[in-house]
């Protein structure tokens, strides 16, 4: 039996908190509890947020696919899922670590 030991290369990137005022500074004043983020902040967290479902090409998906549809175009790299072949078994989508793949039902099945 071979298992694989194969992982996924992703940078883990903790949520930004935004800044606020002191609990001190709350009292007797009517600013602003919380800031916001600065440009470059709120561009970090919106990367942070969208790059989730991200595919990042670490062929798991087409390891592990039991029906071999799965490739990558030479030219791009893009991931390739050939429907014809495809049984809708959801390993790909199972293993994918950044639920880059989502199994959807074909209409009229």
């Given at each position: 039996?071979?298992?694989?030991?194969?992982?996924?290369?992703?940078?883990?990137?903790?949520?930004?908190?935004?800044?606020?005022?002191?609990?001190?500074?709350?009292?007797?004043?009517?600013?602003?509890?919380?800031?916001?983020?600065?440009?470059?902040?709120?561009?970090?967290?919106?990367?942070?947020?969208?790059?989730?479902?991200?595919?990042?090409?670490?062929?798991i998906?087409?390891?592990?696919?039991?029906?071999?549809?799965?490739?990558?175009?030479?030219?791009?790299?893009?991931?390739?899922i050939?429907?014809?072949?495809?049984?809708?078994?959801?390993?790909?989508?199972?293993?994918?670590?950044?639920?880059?793949?989502?199994?959807?039902?074909?209409?009229?099945?």
């Open positions: 039996m071979m298992y694989m030991t194969q992982e996924c290369k992703k940078e883990v990137v903790p949520k930004r908190k935004p800044k606020t005022l002191s609990i001190k500074a709350r009292k007797n004043n009517f600013s602003p509890v919380e800031y916001g983020f600065v440009r470059e902040e709120a561009i970090k967290e919106a990367e942070r947020c969208l790059g989730l479902r991200d595919c990042h090409y670490c062929d998906c087409s390891l592990l696919c039991p029906d071999l549809c799965i490739t990558h175009d030479e030219k791009t790299g893009e991931v390739l050939d429907l014809d072949y495809c049984k809708g078994c959801g390993i790909c989508a199972a293993v994918c670590p950044k639920q880059a793949i989502e199994m959807v039902m074909e209409e009229g099945k």
